[in-house]
């Protein structure tokens, strides 16, 4: 396993289309992570699950936006009806989750740019 | 909620001198405090972590950070810094569901 990996990397999209995104997690990760990261800023946490449970999902997460993961595997990301605001990288992550309490390292992919012209 | 602030938007020291980046954080507990680098275009490399224990955290690299409980501090520090070094610094605190928080970031320019 080569760690985290995310399709497409590059995505260009025209204002109202819908997009989406895929995430491979580290094959024995039981939590994945969506993270958001503007130009100039640090990423912003929009949603995590714990195998095929979404836990949390941020404000930023509007209704748009729908994430799944339905075997607990891989993710998909969906934008619906994409606006220029959402242009930004997209990256994922993922952990194992050894136990209650504990906290482990993210590891994050390679993310997905997208652009909404 | 948790938060970090990074007060250097960017920083340009010369190849082989001394670095320090800036990491200030706020949190209800103790923190899982971490630092990630972003060359361009690639995703987050972990270079440390504290979680507890010894303040002095060793990472990759060569770098090592220090954990000041009375500064809510966690400054990234190498000796000399190297060209390669040039990339995109972000501080990062975790939280209780294991989601994190990012600073708004530091980029490092590498003067040759």
């Known amino acids: 396993d080569t760690g985290v990996s995310q399709d497409p990397r590059h995505k260009i999209t025209k204002r109202g289309q819908n997009v989406t995104f895929r995430c491979d997690p580290i094959?024995?990760?039981?939590?994945l992570y969506w993270y958001r990261q503007t130009l100039g800023q640090g990423p912003e946490f929009l949603t995590y699950f714990q195998n095929e449970a979404q836990l949390e999902k941020s404000r930023l997460l509007s209704d748009r936006f729908s994430a799944e993961r339905p075997k607990g595997s891989f993710s998909t990301l969906e934008i619906q009806r994409t606006e220029q605001g959402d242009s930004a990288m997209y990256l994922c992550?993922?952990?194992?989750?050894?136990?209650?309490?504990?906290?482990?390292?993210?590891?994050f992919g390679p993310g997905t740019r997208l652009t909404v012209l | 909620a948790q938060s970090v602030t990074q007060p250097d938007i960017h920083i340009t020291v010369s190849e082989g001198a001394s670095l320090e980046l800036r990491c200030n954080y706020s949190y209800g507990a103790t923190p899982y405090l971490f630092w990630y680098v972003q060359s361009p275009g690639q995703g987050l490399q972990l270079l440390l972590k504290y979680f507890s224990g010894d303040t002095l955290v060793q990472g990759i690299k060569g770098f090592e950070a220090e954990f000041k409980r009375s500064q809510s501090s966690f400054n990234l520090r190498k000796p000399s810094v190297h060209w390669s070094d040039a990339a995109e610094y972000f501080c990062?605190?975790?939280?209780?569901?294991?989601?994190?928080?990012f600073g708004a970031g530091t980029r490092l320019t590498v003067k040759p």
């Open positions: 992550a993922s952990s194992i989750q050894s136990g209650l309490g504990s906290y482990n390292e993210q590891f």
């Open positions: 094959s024995e990760h039981n939590r």
């Open positions: 990062a605190v975790g939280g209780g569901n294991n989601d994190m928080r």
